[in-house]
T-cell receptor, first 113, second 110 residues
Framework: DTAVSQTPKYLVTQMGNDKSIKCEQNLGHDTMYWYKQDSKKFLKIMFSYNNKELIINETVPNRFSPKSPDKAHLNLHINSLELGDSAVYFC????????????FGQGTRLTVV | GQQLNQSPQSMFIQEGEDVSMNCTSSSIFNTWLWYKQDPGEGPVLLIALYKAGELTSNGRLTAQFGITRKDSFLNISASIPSDVGIYFCAGLTGTYKYIFGTGTRLKVLA
């Protein structure tokens, strides 16, 4: 059973479209995160939710909107996709916040054409 | 903003050699983590360090939390081909965010 699973693994879409990435964790963790990894492999946190409450909201365009329907899920919706949004997006979870050990999903490679 | 610089950026080594890499910052961190990312996968935690000066091992890996709290080091002994990947350090800031380093890409020649 995968601890942190993201879908889809690959996503190719046109500029201007709206898309969602789903994330689920079966570890019983309270905290979930979204990270963005750019083409140079630099990892940067975007959002963090603890018990469904938004804790960290980095300087991310408001076209990106996370939604946490329950503690086990944190989805990422992106409106009006731009070329610069192309990256690998990782979901992660930790027992609590700030979380001394984060478990990462396999990533979603988003390509905007 | 806060940045973590990792050195070296990339390295090729022969199987069986020992590897050293480090992570430095101009800011103080309270916790240091070391992750490894295999191609097409998410990062996996290797070692966590919670106290300045702490030295912790995990198999062939040893990591140290620098005394100044501005750096950390990771050593891999007797490298094997499956050690290939990108190694990231991450530091926990005073505002409880993890900042990731720029990564060290390791390639092992059999």
């Amino acid at each position: 059973d995968t601890a942190v699973s993201q879908t889809p693994k690959y996503l190719v879409t046109q500029m201007g479209n709206d898309k969602s990435i789903k994330c689920e964790q079966n570890l019983g963790h309270d905290t979930m995160y979204w990270y963005k990894q750019d083409s140079k492999k630099f990892l940067k946190i975007m959002f963090s939710y603890n018990n469904k409450e938004l804790i960290i909201n980095e300087t991310v365009p408001n076209r990106f909107s996370p939604k946490s329907p329950d503690k086990a899920h944190l989805n990422l919706h992106i409106n009006s996709l731009e070329l610069g949004d192309s990256a690998v997006y990782f979901c992660a979870s930790s027992q609590d916040w700030p979380g001394l050990e984060a478990f990462f999903g396999q990533g979603t490679r988003l390509t905007v054409v | 903003g806060q940045q973590l610089n990792q050195s070296p950026q990339s390295m090729f080594i022969q199987e069986g050699e020992d590897v050293s890499m480090n992570c430095t910052s101009s800011s103080i961190f309270n916790t240091w983590l070391w992750y490894k990312q295999d191609p097409g996968e998410g990062p996996v935690l290797l070692i966590a360090l919670y106290k300045a000066g702490e030295l912790t091992s995990n198999g062939r890996l040893t990591a140290q939390f620098g005394i100044t709290r501005k750096d950390s080091f990771l050593n891999i002994s007797a490298s094997i081909p499956s050690d290939v990947g990108i190694y990231f350090c991450a530091g926990l800031t005073g505002t409880y965010k993890y900042i990731f380093g720029t990564g060290t890409r390791l390639k092992v020649l059999a």
